[in-house]
């Protein structure tokens, strides 16, 4: 991962959420455990290698955690961990900025004349 240039808080989280996919990645596993291709099927425009490296970043910075069953094929499952559930209030704040951004977006509605 980069080196942090400011040493600013904000740019701590972002070096680590900063991607396009990975607080989505996060969002997705809110309603609990993921297998990998429930995940790649939630974010359609990711490719399998920047979900695989994504999951691994967030697994590294431990606030997902990765869960392999003695299965044939082995069976995978990803889940928040104490850490990640940090992350609840950041989605959600997204949400709320990500929907005024979609109504600012939107035409507003032609006036009428009387």
Do not use: H
């Amino acid at each position: 991962m980069k080196e942090s240039v400011t040493n600013c808080t904000v740019e701590e989280a972002m070096r680590l959420l900063g991607g396009r996919w990975r607080l989505l990645i996060v969002f997705f596993l809110l309603d609990g455990p993921k297998r990998f291709n429930e995940l790649r099927r939630s974010v359609p425009g990711i490719s399998q290698r920047m979900l695989t490296l994504d999951l691994r970043a967030l697994e590294e910075a431990q606030l997902i955690k990765r869960t392999a069953y003695p299965t044939v094929p082995v069976t995978v499952e990803y889940e928040l961990t104490e850490d990640g559930k940090r992350l609840v209030p950041v989605v959600k704040v997204m949400q709320e900025f990500g929907k005024w951004l979609l109504e600012r977006e939107q035409p507003a509605p032609a006036a009428r004349n009387a």
